[in-house]
């Protein structure tokens, strides 16, 4: 079914204007940018994810409402960028034009306002849009429509502000599918951010399975490409109550053995292979292992990934900050040492 181009009325974008005023220095908007995706990327890690929150049905239905400190203690503990997983699709009309909530957008542009005040490079997605994965063809429309309001509101965003398109698509939105809707996406987002640094992930839960299934558009190369990495899962989920079963796994370890050390490189030496192919900047937008690991090997994985992720250029951010997986405790406002230390390495 061929598709009909979105257009956002007028009348949407102008309240959406009026609500939210921009207040970026216009001297380094997208239009005027020159730095190329490499360049950003080198400059995006240290990362951490703000998860748990805007990507919730309602920010603190699970555990974490984001205070405007929290910027300010990232950015004091040595991070250089934060991503910010937004479940847009909670908050916008269920019918054509698809409108996102008023309030909601201005919660979150007060967010990222605040992460590039404190100088943090900031990463915004499309995440947890579940009705996509099990009916893409029937939220088509509404996806794309929520990136033309997106796009619209943040155009003259400096370039420290990077879009990511969707988080690791799944289940019926098959790499094929994804192949297809992706492109669409991006050609919405280059009609108000032609220089926007645009990040894209791969279907198949964001994994390394589907990375060569993906299809990059030749004449778009200002792309970084975004790989989820949580392996063995049997550790780094070990008594996560929201998969069935993990409770078996309680007690599994990570001591840097020999077999343990080569199967991680072997992972990063296939995503390096890929990158170095196509050309493309790589972000590993998530990794990281549920608290309910002894910290010893938690703090032993995390620094692997991290000194992997230095010696390839690739960027990186940690899941997540101050819930299940978190590094930071909020509610007596200390960071874990050891997690610290494993992330924050000498720069």
């Known amino acids: 079914m061929q598709m009909v181009k979105l257009i956002l009325p007028l009348t ?3 309240v959406l204007m009026f609500c939210c005023p921009d207040t970026t ?10 730095m190329d995706p490499f360049e950003i990327n080198s400059q995006m890690y240290p990362g951490i994810n703000l998860g748990n929150a805007l990507e919730a049905p309602e920010e603190g239905d699970w555990g974490v409402t984001i205070q405007d400190d929290y910027f300010q203690i990232i950015k004091n503990a040595g991070f250089n960028h934060v991503r910010i997983p ?13 409108t996102v909530d008023v ?3 201005n919660r979150v542009k007060h967010i990222i306002d605040l992460a590039l005040i404190n100088n943090l490079y900031t990463v915004i997605n499309i995440h947890h849009y579940e009705e996509i994965f099990q009916n893409p063809a029937g939220h088509k429309d509404r996806f794309l429509a929520l990136w033309h309001q997106i796009g619209a509101i943040f155009r003259d965003y400096p370039s420290t502000l990077v879009f990511e398109i969707l988080n690791e698509p799944h289940d019926n939105f098959t790499s094929e599918l994804w192949n297809q809707y992706f492109p669409e996406a991006l050609n919405i987002i280059r009609e108000t951010n ?3 640094t645009v990040i894209i992930g791969t279907a198949g839960w964001g994994g390394i399975n589907a990375l060569e299934q993906l299809q990059l558009p030749a004449d778009d190369d200002n792309l970084i490409v975004t790989i989820h990495y949580y392996e063995p899962f049997t550790f780094t989920h070990q008594g996560a109550e929201w998969v069935a079963g993990t409770e078996a796994w309680l007690g599994t370890t990570w001591s840097a053995t020999l077999n343990q050390v080569t199967n991680m490189k072997n992972h990063f030496d296939q995503i390096k292979a890929w990158a170095d192919e196509h050309n493309r900047p790589i972000y590993l937008g998530e ?6 690991a002894d910290i010893e090997s938690r703090r032993l994985w995390t620094g692997h990934i991290v000194s992997l992720c230095r010696q390839y250029n690739f960027s990186w951010a940690y899941w997540e900050f101050c ?7 909020a509610s007596v406002g200390e ?8 992330l924050i390495q000498a720069q």
């Open 194 to 196: 032609p220089k926007r």
């Open 25 to 34: 220095n216009e001297k380094d908007t997208p239009e005027t940018n020159d």
């Open 323 to 329: 819930s299940g997986f978190g590094a930071y405790d």
């Open 335 to 342: 960071w874990n040492p050891q997690l610290l230390s494993a």
């Open 86 to 98: 937004i479940r847009w699709s909670a908050h916008a009309a269920i019918d054509t034009p698809y």
């Open 12 to 14: 949407i974008l102008a």
């Open 103 to 105: 309030l909601f957008m």
């Open 287 to 292: 990794f990281g292992a549920y608290g309910r």
